[in-house]
Nanobody, 125 residues
């Protein structure tokens, strides 16, 4: 059974940092990309970042470039999202997902077929 479990969310002040974790199981690590997405209240879910676990390629949304870093620990089947210089507009539920996107089209949500339950990130001003 494929499982993705996010953790690490919480409440932080503007300018602060958090590290989200996505622990995965039930599939062959390296055969898939792991993406991070977020959904703010009243807004559509959007792509944040993605890592192709076999080759290590990473992609970021323009809104988080230079502030967020995605990484993976292949021994632990875990992907991390390091979030620095957080802003109130980063407030959202963050989800990780497993998928087979095509290169730079990493944000196509239809190409992700398993999703975690989400973790809340709240950035206070």
């Amino acid at each position: 059974e494929v499982q993705l479990v996010e953790s690490g969310g919480g409440l932080v002040q503007t300018g602060g940092s958090l590290r989200l974790s996505c622990a995965a199981s039930g599939f062959t690590w390296g055969d898939y990309a792991i993406g991070w997405f977020r959904q703010a209240p009243g807004k559509e879910r959007e792509g944040v970042s993605c890592i192709y676990t076999r080759i290590g390629s990473t992609y970021y949304a323009d809104s988080v470039k230079g502030r967020f870093t995605i990484s993976s620990d292949n021994a632990k089947n875990t992907v991390y999202l390091h979030m620095n210089s957080l802003k109130p507009e980063d407030t959202a539920v963050y989800y990780c997902a497993r998928g087979t996107p095509y290169g730079s089209m990493w944000y196509w949500q239809d190409l992700y077929n398993y999703w975690g339950q989400g973790t809340q990130v709240t950035v206070s001003s």
